[in-house]
């Protein structure tokens, strides 16, 4: 059965034979190829995953047991270690039936009288670890209240959109959306009912954008939107949309008593100006809220200026 490595190994012939029942008992998936990639032996972890027998699976290659992708990067991989004669790992999705699952693959070179004969490796299950690594990673990126992304994540998206801007001009935009009057509301109607606000308003937005929009929580009661591919007048006209239906929002406080909240919100584009895209938006949404509550205003890239609403009296300087 180890035939392929006895002529490795100045060992006993039942030393080497006990390597079979070593292989056998280990809760992993252990094979032996030779420097063409062919299958000299597996354990039976394999066999019994794969319903195949060790007679039948040897001579063949990985092009006969796994679909294309995985088949390809297990080939490159045995490659790899042929050539640097060195060790590998590698992470490759293995799909068994219905389940996507993570292995990590190790795999180490058979060498005698300097030469290369095959591949020896196992590959373990770390699909369990990895799941906990992205549900590790989504908590540290998503706010809980409103499941949103946070701040943090934030930073991170913007520098990948500025990038791809710079790089290869593909237009970003964004919105800062600003809850209007939201402390009054969290001090006369109480903590409970400012956090319902929150979340009712970030299913809206939710609602009408699309997958793979970004809305970010970016401070107590401000949403930053980012827009991939966007637009200043597609960011506008959303921006706009979203402020109608957020008005059209109503909540009721624990006594009965009905009230409404309305969004403002500034919109800006990436472009070669100085400063960043939040700074821009920021300004935009400083008009709204220093006296033209619950609308809208932009960031021109053309004219540098704040595009102002119909309640506005004159265009203010960027």
């Excluded at 934030?154 to 001009?169: C, D, M, P, T």
Aim: hydrophobic letters at 35%; proline letters at 2%.
């Amino acid at each position: 059965m180890l035939d392929f490595i006895f002529s490795t190994h100045q060992g006993a012939q039942e030393e080497l034979l006990g390597l079979s029942e070593v292989f056998d008992a280990v809760d992993a998936f252990i094979f032996i190829k030779d420097n063409r990639g062919r299958y000299q032996y597996v354990n039976r972890k394999v066999l019994e995953t794969f319903k195949v027998s060790l007679e039948g699976i040897k001579g063949k290659t990985d092009w006969h047991l796994f679909n294309f992708s995985v088949a390809k990067k297990m080939r490159l991989n045995d490659r790899e270690v042929v050539e640097s004669r060195l060790p590998t790992q590698q992470k490759i999705p293995f799909r068994i039936g219905q389940r996507e699952l993570y292995h990590l693959t190790i795999s180490s070179p058979i060498i005698k009288d300097d030469k290369v004969l095959g591949v020896i490796g196992f590959a373990v299950d770390v699909s369990k670890d990895m799941e906990e690594r992205q549900t590790l990673l989504e908590e540290a990126n998503t706010d809980v209240l409103t499941g949103c992304f946070n701040r943090r994540y934030l930073h991170l998206a913007l520098e990948e959109q500025s990038k791809a801007f710079r790089s290869f001009g593909i237009p970003s935009s964004l919105l800062i959306i600003d809850v209007d009057r939201f402390k009054p509301i969290n001090d006369k109607y109480g903590h409970s009912i400012g956090d319902r606000v929150l979340v009712d308003v970030v299913k809206v937005i939710n609602r009408f954008t699309r997958e793979r929009d970004l809305l970010c929580r970016y401070g107590g009661d401000e949403f930053v939107l980012l827009l991939p591919n966007s637009n200043i007048d597609q960011a506008y006209a959303l921006a706009s949309r979203l402020s109608e239906k957020i008005d059209k929002l109503s909540f009721k406080t624990s006594s009965g008593k009905s009230f409404s909240v309305s969004c403002s919100i500034g919109v800006a584009t990436h472009s070669m100006e100085e400063g960043s895209i939040i700074e821009r938006a920021d300004k935009a949404l400083y008009v709204s809220k220093k006296g033209c509550l619950g609308r809208v205003h932009m960031h021109c890239p053309d004219s540098r200026t704040i595009i102002n609403c119909d309640h506005c009296d004159e265009e203010i300087s960027a």
